[in-house]
């Protein structure tokens, strides 16, 4: 998520009240405070509030919520002659274009320093790393309309932002900055999007990188905002910058669009609306307001109510999160404020019970504490290495992960004795004997199943003090069991034994093999078993 | 309180009478060991005084063994003296080496006077050093001071110190000396011995051999706590699969296809693909694409199928609880799972690649988000926290959503978790029939509030001496 850095000259300008008043409402407005410092604050806003990644959409937000300004704010977009003609050559590569003609700004280091940083949050957040969305600001005087957005090859040419040399797209790949960094969104194509200016000079080559001629300069003071992608987003986007530089008092101008059959015009800031049942706010929220309520809190979240039999609502242009009138009750219940919500315990009236599957676990822990074990946790996830090679066992049944993040994690475990030879020889400079047990899952075939381990450890571990607490654990199971000699190589060759029940093999246990323990660096004898819990008992629903 | 060796020895020494040691362990019939052991602890009592003396014991040489025998060579001059006095004569009989001892002895006495090479005796004497020699021989030495350093010198007898301990009891105890029991004894029981005799008491302050307790790890302590809770407030526990879908990790919890909380950066994918139940799959797919009928907008775009069929560590329990829902889809439910996530983060003091999550969920037809925070607050209130807030929150399948916040001394309100009512795009494709209030948290977060660790590793990989210290309750 996204972290915003707000200057407090700023914002408390803007909002027109002090940092303390500030403070002590951002958090019910919905956000985390990162860092609050004297110069400025880093709040970090939620992934579906792309509006108030700016100090202007935090301010517009803030006016509403400490009831400074109320309500809808109207945005006036001028009709004027600037137009894009897209050609069918792009259709296929990046599909939308969207613009917009800001006039009559102040441009200074801290309108281009929040367009910079809204621009970055926006390309990350509804962009999606700019794959989706991709935003391109200009100087207004540097451009000759009308524009042409095409479908351009390898070979076309410009001079791009930061250099001063004409480069091919090719080259662009190769040794621009932005070029490596986000040539992947265009891999494979054969063509490449392109704005084109009436004298065909690039002015942009989204979603990669800008033409050097357009760049934004102090001297700067009409913006044309280009916003390509696939899909409504880049309206969103589109509405988000526009409102935000129309806060800052500039004056906004609509571009047409000419697709190859329709015409449309943007950015379109007309509100959009909504109409919701009133029960349907007291069901949610789970308690009535009175119609004024509803107003005043809608209002303080910045949209145009009208309450009547059902709500009437205006949708800012700038707000990209609401899908579904329940978006529209949250703002109601925060508008409200979740302080002022009396909290209720529900009647809701069942009766509670336990898993089967943590059941056994309970009784076995009950079983293995008894028996002088002490518990331990340990991560399921681990490696080849530790899981089979160095229990010189063949590696069966195992999940592997595609991208682990590091050699000690690549794989879930399928065993749990591994874990505890891996956790003794973390522990050799303990007092012994160690005595110690984990009961949890394994996954076996990508399924859960319930095993208990345990290892004892001293200068005298032999093979009759683990039967003898094989035999009290069974004993205590109350399973009938039979051993056979066993083949794991993880223990010594007539010092292991398989468990049998119901003809089955449930477990083995037995002197851990030396070379085991010189594989882990232990250096005491250990002996261990290991039982599957899932083969002898009814261990429940796993979903 | 007197052990039974120091009763016995002060039973059987007479006060104010000194013991060497030797004797009071014969007296005692204990060994030397035991009464100089006893000896002293009875010292620091006040009931004895040790004091170690030295005693002087004199022993004949071979040289004085011979004249004790043959007798002095000054008193076999003087017999000789007495039938001859010829000199060259005596010396035949003597030996020249004795002949010289005698002369240069009596000489100094004063007894003989020499003269032409013939011997006068001037006058008798007696052989103090005679008696001497022969009380010596018999172990006494009672002797005057001069002669006994006169034998020495002449080699005649050797000294030697002897060390010896003397024990005297100064005083008895007032109360009856009886036995105590040390070690109480099968044989003690049976004879029932110990009716008319006292226990030898302990120094309780000194410390005994540590040993450890086996116990629960006390994390898992604390998970038995919050399960605890969800029983008593009437919810059933769900269990489910480690390794899940993508649909039911991400898209049955309407989470947009490409948002990046699905990227392989965030979450740890198989690679394995599933076949889904193709019912389910098309209004979830409908519910993304345009909303379906759920009155949502939906994410717009392509959903594609083959995304959901991948296999996942599942990074949240919600997978398991949708699942849950969606077999069970009629109020009223009450839900519960603590169990395992999976994130692809790397390793730190505070984030783990696995870690466990407590989740909730309540299934009915007339709750709505006040209700949900009364759950919240009754929960984190059982929890031990008094203090609860709430805060807007967000997360992807929920509306509203809310952080819960809990008040701790010396932290301030501490964000623990997170809550919501589940949106329709997620209920809907599914037919749950109500509204579902749902809350989780991270089991680490609480542990570490509650057992004041700061290192979350610690947990995982547990040091036995830290398991063996932890108290089974953290005050």
Same mark, same amino acid.
């Given at each position: ?73 109207? $945005? ?73 957005? =095409? ?28 070029? =490596? ?31 050097? =001629? ?15 992608? !696939? ?50 706010? $007291?069901?949610?929220?789970? !308690? ?23 709500? =009437? ?76 090679? $160095? ?71 032999? !093979? ?80 | ?105 009596? #000489? ?69 000396? #009886? ?260 809350? %989780?948290? %991270? ?6 509030? #509650? ?16 398991? #063996? ?7």
């Amino acid at each position: 998520m996204p972290v915003v850095t707000l200057h407090w000259g700023e914002l408390e300008r803007m909002v027109g009240k002090s940092r303390d008043e500030i403070l002590s409402k951002l958090p019910m407005l919905g956000c985390d405070i990162e860092r609050i410092g004297d110069e400025h604050i880093d709040v970090e806003f939620f992934p579906n509030r792309p509006d108030l990644y700016s100090v202007e959409g935090v301010a517009r937000a803030l006016r509403g919520f400490l009831d400074i300004e109320l309500g809808y704010k109207h $945005y006036e977009v001028k009709e004027a002659d600037w137009k894009i003609f897209v050609d069918e050559s792009v259709l296929d590569v990046r599909p939308r274009i969207v613009g917009c003609v800001v006039r009559n700004l102040k441009i200074d280091d801290e309108v281009i320093r929040s367009l910079m940083e809204v621009q970055e949050d926006l390309h990350w957040t509804i962009g999606r790393n700019r794959r989706k969305m991709a935003i391109g600001v200009h100087d207004l005087s540097k451009i000759n309309f009308p524009l042409c957005y =095409k479908g351009v090859d390898k070979n076309f040419s410009f001079i791009p932002l930061d250099f001063d040399e004409v480069m091919t797209i090719e080259e662009i790949f190769k040794k621009h900055p932005k070029g =490596k960094e986000y040539g992947f969104i265009l891999e494979g194509k054969d063509r490449f999007p392109m704005i084109v200016d009436s004298k065909n000079e690039a002015i942009s080559f989204p979603p990669i990188i800008n033409a050097e =001629k357009t760049r934004v300069t102090e001297n700067t003071t009409d913006l044309f905002i280009d916003v390509t992608g !696939f899909d409504e987003n880049v309206d969103k986007a589109l509405n988000i910058i526009s409102t935000m530089l129309a806060d800052r008092g500039g004056r906004l101008e609509c571009v047409e669009i000419h697709y190859p059959s329709r015409v449309t015009k943007t950015p379109n800031l007309k509100a959009k609306e909504m109409e919701i049942e009133k029960n349907e706010v $007291y069901s949610l929220l789970g !308690f009535k307001l009175n119609d004024d309520e509803i107003k005043r809190a809608l209002e303080r979240m910045r949209f145009g109510v009208e309450v009547n039999d059902k709500i =009437k609502v205006k949708i800012p242009p700038y707000r990209a999160d609401i899908m579904h009138e329940w978006d529209i009750i949250e703002d109601i219940a925060i508008g409200y404020g979740y302080d002022r919500i009396e909290p209720e315990y529900p009647a809701t009236n069942t009766i509670g019970s336990t898993h089967p599957w943590n059941e056994i676990r309970d009784l076995v822990k009950e079983i293995m504490i008894g028996l002088g074990f002490m518990e331990v946790i340990t991560f399921t996830l681990t490696n080849e290495r530790v899981q089979y090679e $160095y229990l010189r066992r063949k590696a069966e049944g195992y999940t592997k992960l595609m991208h682990p993040l590091t050699t000690d994690h690549t794989i879930v475990r399928t065993d749990i004795l591994p874990k505890l030879l891996e956790l003794l020889s973390y522990n050799k400079h303990h007092i012994m004997p160690q005595k110690i047990f984990e009961v949890g899952d394994v996954v076996v075939n990508d399924v859960n199943k319930l095993r208990v381990a345990a290892c004892i450890t001293h200068s005298k571990a032999n !093979f009759n003090e683990i039967r003898s607490v094989v035999q009290a654990f069974m004993r205590e199971l109350d399973l009938t069991w039979d051993v056979v000699e066993s083949e794991d190589d993880a223990f010594i060759d007539g010092r292991r034994a398989d468990i049998i029940v119901d003809e089955k093999k449930i477990g083995v246990f037995g002197e851990v093999h030396p070379e085991v323990l010189e594989n882990f660096e232990l250096t005491m004898p250990v002996v261990a078993f290991e039982i599957d819990l899932t083969e002898t008992f009814d261990s429940g629903e796993l979903l | 309180m007197l052990s039974p060796f120091e009763i016995k020895l002060l039973k059987s020494l007479e006060v104010g009478k000194e013991y060497p040691i030797s004797e009071a362990a014969r007296v005692s019939e204990l060994s030397k060991d035991a009464v100089l052991k006893a000896a002293y602890l009875l010292e620091q009592k006040g009931f004895c005084k040790v004091k170690e003396i030295v005693t002087k014991r004199y022993t004949l040489t071979n040289e004085g063994l011979q004249y004790l025998k043959d007798g002095l060579p000054e008193e076999r001059l003087i017999e000789l003296l007495k039938k001859k006095n010829n000199l060259s004569e005596i010396e035949k009989e003597m030996g020249k080496k004795e002949l010289g001892i005698a002369l240069g002895w009596l #000489r100094k006495k004063n007894v003989i006077k020499l003269s032409d090479g013939k011997v006068e005796l001037i006058k008798d004497v007696d052989f103090k050093e005679k008696d001497a020699l022969n009380l010596i021989s018999k172990g006494s030495f009672d002797i005057p001071k001069d002669i006994l350093k006169n034998l020495i010198k002449r080699k005649l007898v050797e000294e030697e110190e002897e060390k010896e301990i003397i024990i005297k009891v100064l005083k008895k105890p007032d109360v009856e000396l #009886r036995e105590v029991i040390t070690d109480l004894t099968p044989e003690i029981l049976l004879n029932r011995d110990w009716k008319d005799k006292e226990f030898l008491k302990y120094d309780i302050k000194i410390p005994s051999k540590d040993v450890f307790t086996a116990k629960v790890h006390p994390y898992e302590r604390i998970i038995r706590e919050c399960r605890k809770i969800f029983l008593e407030m009437g919810f059933v526990e769900i269990k489910g699969n480690y390794v899940q879908t993508s649909f039911w990790n991400f898209d049955a919890l309407f989470q947009p296809q490409d948002h990046p909380a699905r990227d392989m950066q965030d979450t740890f994918y198989l690679n394995k693909y599933v076949e889904l139940d193709e019912k389910l799959v098309k209004k979830v797919k409908e519910t993304h694409e345009n909303g379906w009928i759920t009155g949502s907008t939906g994410w717009g775009g392509k959903w594609d199928i083959n995304k959901a069929k991948q296999l996942v560590l599942r990074t949240h329990t919600t997978a398991i609880t949708i699942h849950y829902l969606a077999k069970n889809p009629n109020p009223p439910v009450k839900a519960f799972c603590i169990d395992r996530v999976y994130r692809r983060e790397a390793i730190d003091a505070t984030h783990l690649p696995e870690f466990d999550q407590l989740e909730g969920v309540v299934l009915d037809k007339d709750v709505g988000f006040k209700h949900l925070l009364g759950l919240l607050k009754e929960f984190f209130l059982k929890m031990g926290f008094e203090d609860v807030r709430f805060r807007p929150g967000y997360f992807p399948y929920t509306e509203p959503s809310v952080e819960p916040e809990v008040y701790v001394e010396d932290l301030g309100w501490v964000e623990l978790g997170g809550a919501g009512v589940f949106r329709k795009e997620v209920v809907e494709p599914f037919g749950i029939k109500g509204k579902v209030l749902a809350w %989780g948290l %991270g089991i680490g977060r609480l542990a570490m509030l #509650r057992l004041g660790m700061k290192d979350l590793r610690r947990l995982y990989l547990p040091d036995i001496g830290w398991l #063996r210290e932890f108290p089974a309750i953290k005050r």
